[in-house]
């Protein structure tokens, strides 16, 4: 089993024929960046005529199950997620609509200051907010993943130990292996895992050992680090594949409508654009690069199946519904 | 001249007819405390059909010359301000809409956490976010003035430092006089009134020592001290006069859409309503009490004259415009 909890590819037949050859049972999309509600119902709508156009490559995925019938039926189960809470606007009456909508993951914060949580690009973190506890309780309800992999740490230490059920760091990779602004610390990570939830990690050059030029088998030996100091169980991939995705692409995630000036949050103003991809994973068919890579580098065929799709799956059976 | 800068009255014929019994000669009035982009349009909409209904009490104020003109033609200028960014939402270009539409002032948060500021109701204060500092510029640029009544110290003070054109607390009192959280400390005052910033003294019973019980003396009393502390010329009044309002109204005020439990504000489970206002203050009609109460306890003609409206219309003429 194969999941990939984080793409946001220019979506496309190309994408989803790559996703078939890679092997990807499920894929956690991102249909969200600074969306409001109402162009975040559009995107749904945009995945509703995919799902409509290519029903032999992809399906809405709801809940784990989907992910084997996708399996079995030879498809990929898509599931939705937001980077930001924008979609929820001020409204926490959204959250119910958004799950019944589709949605499993929400960040509480990207980047900035949002609503509920501190970005990782602000200069203070004041922690979750008087609206954020609420939310977070509301999701917990109705079975919507918090998500922190853009906000700042004491906000995502906080949203750990206020959440009543596991959250998800979806894409980043350990600081300690690669000091990006957007890698995670070892307590942020260790409050996280110890609560039950995963990281995803991720292959967007800036948040990889030497960026582009990253070797697979630094990679997995990173992999293999975080499994013996946090446990195997916690960990997935969200590759954060951002496949055929123009520079303007790019710009919109970063600068939003929230400034007048550009921010090239990762990059710079000489590197401003979508970084190449290691050689090793280009795309979605080269998933089997990163579960050879594994097997090389001592783990077992166990932990590798768990790290490749079994530990999100589990997750997913245990977090996408109302609490019983 | 009479001017209040602050009042969220149920609207009609007889308030707008009280206005004229108490010579106001404009009024600032909130058009937004949740409200979004499109959501304040339409209170936008609600004031034009007004405008259009009673051109014989009030007119649109845009401009400090506005004032003049309603008094010599014996109406008061209506003039817009939002209580919470809202209205601006995540898209810092509306800043420039807002303002063309008629906004004037806009706090930057509104008792809770916002992309901009941290709200007074907040137990950590970040001070001014990414964003905020953006959005500063841009009012400062347009000449939307900045309000952080609603706001937590560390905010109001660093919002005080980066706008380059003064700002306004439109409605609060001092601490010191009266120990309600949203009533302002010294410090955060001084922040405002040394860089040229005003300061409007609330009405609203919350804000008011011994609250419906405070009597006209103290009242005046604390006005005077404030002017020798602080400079006359920064003073003004904000009475946050709610007049006719259903309880339904505070709760929205309170509650907004973010939050499913109720939130009481300055009020309480037993005492969740609209206060009663003092004997003094009963609504518009009322402002030659206080007018009187000034001079009784000492203040000149013209320092009255300053408090009861001069102050608000010099700071008007300079900062409702962009910059030269």
Chains 1, 2 share one sequence.
Not at 65 to 90: H, Y
Not at 91 to 100: F, K, N, P, Q, S
Not at 187 to 197: L, M, Q
Request: hydrophobic fraction near 35%; proline fraction near 3%; aromatic fraction near 10%.
């Amino acid at each position: 089993m194969r999941i990939d909890n984080l793409q946001y590819a220019n979506w496309s037949e190309k994408v989803f024929r790559q996703m078939r050859e890679g092997g990807l049972d499920a894929v956690q999309v991102t249909i969200a960046y600074h969306e409001n509600f109402r162009e975040t119902v559009q995107n749904f709508e945009k995945w509703n005529r995919w799902f409509e156009k290519f029903p032999n490559l992809i399906m809405k995925g709801k809940c784990a199950r989907d992910v084997d019938r996708a399996k079995e039926t030879g498809r990929t189960a898509i599931f939705f997620g937001f980077q930001n809470p924008s979609p929820i606007e001020d409204d926490i009456g959204l959250v119910e609509i958004v799950h019944t909508l589709g949605a499993r993951f929400m960040q509480l914060s990207y980047n900035n200051q949002s609503l509920l949580a501190t970005g990782c690009y602000e200069a203070e973190d004041s922690g979750i907010t008087r609206m954020g506890k609420q939310v977070i309780r509301e999701m917990n309800r109705v079975g919507l993943v918090i998500d922190m992999s853009h906000s700042a740490d004491r906000s995502t230490i906080e949203a750990a130990e206020i959440s009543e059920r596991p959250i998800a760091i979806t894409h980043a990779n350990p600081h300690e292996w690669s000091p990006a602004l957007r890698n995670k610390k070892d307590d942020v990570i260790r409050a996280v895992t110890e609560r039950g939830g995963m990281i995803g990690f991720s292959l967007y050059p800036h948040h990889l050992k030497n960026k582009s030029d990253c070797t697979l088998e630094s990679f997995c030996v990173m992999i293999a680090r975080t499994a013996d100091k946090y446990g195997v169980e916690h960990l997935g991939i969200g590759s954060d594949l951002c496949q055929d995705q123009p520079d303007s692409v790019v710009e919109w995630m970063r600068v939003g409508r929230w400034s007048k000036e550009i921010d090239y949050g990762e990059g710079s103003a000489t590197d401003a654009g979508f970084p190449t991809m290691p050689g090793w994973f280009r795309d979605n068919r080269d998933f089997g690069n990163i579960e050879k890579g594994l097997v090389s580098v001592g783990m077992s065929t166990k932990e590798v199946a768990g790290v490749m799709g079994g530990n999100w799956h589990r997750f997913y059976a245990e977090n996408f519904t109302p609490r019983g």
